[in-house]
């Protein structure tokens, strides 16, 4: 947890800057997804890198370990804490492949109730199997976020929460 004190209706950081754990790395997109041991999330992260690749005009590329994201945004917190992430990406987890919506889920309600089958998370839609969802809604909800984390300047700098919530990513 990032060290500050409560300023009236502001946070300050006071303490050591906090590294963003997730990060872009060198290594190979296509490696990864051909290592994902389970053959529907390998299929299933093998069409969102094309739709991904497709619907944000940029390349594949791994951030930390196991996130395969496209193009980048810049956010800062309350907190002071700031950082770059993928504007879009996708994991292929054991559970299900968590789809990452960082302007979050609620702005996508009204495409969610027609996907199909998936769960939500603040920032991630979980989807078990492509096959069961509407592709066409759900490269609409990564059209939009994309958009709004890299077309919106403002987007980065709205980002706010409760003093010291903000989590390491």
Known sequence: MPVGVATGSCWRHTGPVVENKTRAT????????????????????????????????????????????????HYRYASGREGDMAAAGFSPRKAATTVYVMDGVDVHAALLEHLGPHTVGKGCVYVKDLDAVDLGVLEEIVRRSYATLTEDPEFGRRLSGSPGQDSST
């Open 26 to 73: 060198e290594a190979d997109v296509h490696e990864f997804v051909a290592s994902v041991g389970d053959a529907v999330r390998r299929r299933d992260a093998e069409r969102l890198v094309a739709l991904m690749e497709r619907v944000t005009g940029e390349p594949a590329r791994m951030w930390g370990p196991s996130i395969v994201g496209f193009g980048t945004y």
